[in-house]
Nanobody, 119 residues
Framework: QVQLVESGGGLVQPGGSLRLSCAASGFTFSRYIMTWYRQGPGKERELVATIANSYGGTTNYADSVKGRFTISRDNAEKTVYLQMNSLKPEDTAVYYC???????????WGQGTQVTVSS
């Protein structure tokens, strides 16, 4: 059974930090590109950050989070992380992780974790 379970969300003040985790099971994690998305209130879902499937994988970020967020993965633990620093109110959203198979049809989503940035 495929599962992606996000955790680490919560309420944080502007300027604060959070670390999100997405634990995977039920598929060969190392073969998948992992991506964090977010959907803010009244907004469409947007890509936040992506990390390639290989060891030391290439990363890409949305312009709005460059220099503040860092995506990483631990293939042994089957987990992808999103370190979020210098958080702003506009970062408030439900954050989702997605797994896409590099050479194959696999495409999975987690249920999301709420991040609220507010004083």
């Amino acid at each position: 059974q495929v599962q992606l379970v996000e955790s680490g969300g919560g309420l944080v003040q502007p300027g604060g930090s959070l670390r999100l985790s997405c634990a995977a099971s039920g598929f060969t994690f190392s073969r998948y590109i992992m991506t964090w998305y977010r959907q803010g209130p009244g907004k469409e879902r947007e890509l936040v950050a992506t990390i390639a499937n290989s060891y030391g994988g290439t990363t890409n970020y949305a312009d709005s989070v460059k220099g503040r967020f860092t995506i990483s993965r631990d293939n042994a633990e089957k987990t992808v992380y999103l370190q979020m620093n210098s958080l702003k109110p506009e970062d408030t959203a439900v954050y989702y992780c997605r797994a896409q198979e590099y050479y194959g049809p696999g495409d999975y989503w987690g249920q999301g974790t709420q991040v609220t940035v507010s004083s």
